[in-house]
């Protein structure tokens, strides 16, 4: 088993910037792929990004793309989220997860892991 904690969500203006964490313990060893997902109120849970834990490639939402940059810390077994031009829109509960095994990594049947979620508000 492994467990993801979500840190780092808040209140900030439209333009403004966030850094969200996600610390994973448990068999972490074992982790082949960490993502972000999103849900805004009233809608369905959405890919965000992606990173390969051990070459660290990555793939964004075209939403995102540009704005937001996911990497990681092997050491730390924590990933994170850099999210940078925020937008109203950008307004959900994000939540990382994580799989052990190659699987399809744009979808959320693809994990086998999630964290709690941490809120992220942008006003305009």
């Known amino acids: 088993q492994v467990q993801l904690v979500e840190s780092g969500g808040g209140l900030v203006q439209a333009g403004g910037s966030l850094r969200l964490s996600c610390a994973s313990s448990?068999?972490?060893?074992?982790?082949?792929?960490m993502a972000w997902f999103r849900q805004a109120p009233g809608k369905k849970r959405e890919f965000v990004a992606t990173i390969y834990w051990i070459g660290g490639s990555t793939q964004y939402a075209d939403s995102v793309k540009g704005r937001f940059t996911i990497s990681r810390d092997k050491d730390k077994n924590t990933m994170y989220l850099q999210m940078n031009s925020l937008k109203p829109e950008d307004t959900a509960v994000y939540s990382c997860?994580?799989?052990?095994?190659?699987?399809?990594?744009?979808?959320?049947?693809?994990?086998?892991?999630w964290g709690q979620g941490t809120q992220v508000t942008v006003s305009s």
């Open positions: 997860a994580a799989n052990s095994r190659p699987t399809a990594p744009l979808i959320e049947a693809g994990y086998d892991y």
């Open positions: 448990g068999r972490t060893w074992s982790t082949n792929r």
